[in-house]
């Protein structure tokens, strides 16, 4: 099965703060996603890449940056965290923008 | 408006009970589904997709497709403890190259 790690896997910043949040995956996947997850929300999407160096914006990019330096690595950048922002984030990788998405194991971050 | 509806919100299910999920989009540009499930405190992964009208069965899941209504149901019979999960429906756009997940449907299956 495809492989994808997270890091940290928790995370605790206080308001204001910067935080970075790590994917990488093994698979040589060309697409690669950056989710975040609440209750009464599901799964949103908030930015995905199609290669080294691309970016696109999802569904819900404010107060978001993102960079994919490789075709492996894929960051999620939070400059000012707010409160607003905690929520379990979740990287998924896929082959192609309409092929299985396969999701890392998450990261719990709390904005104090 | 969520692009992808699911429903119930939650259910219960006793074991060896039937499970079923709906889940419908209101955009015209989806055309297939998938659906993932998501354990307690895990990542959500794969559990069936549907590209085509009617019916695909594995094991004791079945998934089905209506395209001109958008909709999609998953049954799952003889339901054990451990199908207890959250299961999200994800709704593919494949000219937009364009995944939507719905909110997903709580299953809870009681020994």
């Known amino acids: 099965e495809a492989a994808v790690t997270q890091s940290p896997r928790n995370k605790v910043t206080v308001t204001g703060g910067n935080v970075t949040l790590s994917c990488r995956q093994t698979?040589?996947?060309?697409?690669m996603y950056w989710y975040r997850q609440d209750t009464g929300h599901g799964l949103r999407l908030i930015h995905y890449?199609?290669?080294?160096?691309?970016?696109q914006i999802g569904d819900v990019p404010d107060g978001y940056k993102a960079t994919r330096t490789t075709q492996e690595d894929f960051f999620l950048l939070l400059e000012l965290a707010s409160p607003s922002q905690t929520s379990l984030y979740f990287c998924?990788?896929?082959?192609?923008?309409?092929?299985?998405?396969?999701f890392g194991p998450g990261t719990r971050l709390l904005v104090l | 408006q969520q692009k992808v509806q699911q429903s119930p919100e939650s259910l219960i299910v006793p074991e060896g009970g039937m499970a079923s999920l709906n889940c419908t989009s209101s955009?015209?540009?989806?055309?297939y589904f998938w659906w993932y499930r998501q354990h307690s405190g895990k990542s959500p992964k794969m559990l069936m997709?549907?590209?085509?009208?009617g019916e695909k069965e594995e094991g004791r899941f079945t998934v089905h497709l209506n395209k001109a209504s958008l909709h999609t149901s998953l049954h799952i019979r003889d339901s054990q403890p451990s199908d207890s999960a959250l299961y999200l429906c994800?709704?593919?756009?494949?000219?937009?190259?364009?995944?939507?997940f719905g909110k997903g449907t709580h299953l809870h299956v009681l020994p």
């Open positions: 998924a990788s896929s082959t192609g923008g309409q092929d299985t998405q396969y």
């Open positions: 698979n040589s996947h060309n697409y």
């Open positions: 890449s199609y290669g080294a160096g691309n970016l």
């Open positions: 955009d015209r540009n989806v055309d």
């Open positions: 997709s549907i590209f085509s009208n």
């Open positions: 994800a709704a593919v756009d494949t000219n937009a190259y364009k995944v939507i």
